[in-house]
């Protein structure tokens, strides 16, 4: 991880997300869920939650509660990357690209189920038709994906309501 981009106290709390998985899955290969807390510490270094804490603290709560809901690492990594579509310079393609499209249909499957709840339009995720992407059935085509993003915006509220 490039020097500077977080905290020493917020790469504690990675370590511990990481050791909590180990525990769950003491075989698996952790280098990826490394990838996308750095790669998602980058994208929010700059941002501070309402608290003054660095926002990245977020996310890595939202990853252990995944964890703790015993969910796969595509999942755990997805936790990480929920918001730098929505809150960063990041785009789909860039996840795409960088992480592979099961990664990136997760974040954006993440953020429609949101939206549904919500009933806002996140227009900006998705350029082009939203209905078109909305209804692509792609996105849903697999109930464990679709039951992942679920779990990802349970576990994100969960984290918010916990940081008052």
């Not at 050791?19 to 003491?26: I, M």
């Amino acid at each position: 991880m490039t020097a500077g981009v977080a905290p020493p106290e917020i790469e504690q709390q990675y370590l511990a997300l990481e050791e909590k998985v180990r525990a769950l899955r003491p075989d698996a290969a952790l280098g990826g869920l490394r990838l996308a807390y750095e790669y998602a510490a980058t994208q929010h270094a700059p941002q501070k939650r309402a608290s003054g804490d660095p926002y990245i603290i977020h996310p890595i709560g939202v990853a252990g509660i995944l964890a703790d809901m015993e969910m796969d690492l595509v999942c755990l990594q997805t936790g990480l990357r929920h918001d730098v579509v929505e809150d960063t310079g990041a785009t789909v393609k860039e996840i795409r690209e960088k992480f592979g499209d099961e990664v990136a249909r997760d974040i954006l499957c993440c953020r429609l189920v949101l939206c549904q709840i919500c009933g806002c339009r996140h227009e900006s995720l998705c350029p082009g038709d939203w209905e078109q992407h909305r209804e692509n059935t792609e996105l849903f085509a697999r109930p464990a994906q679709a039951c992942r993003a679920r779990c990802d915006s349970v576990a994100r509220s969960t984290n918010s309501f916990w940081q008052f």
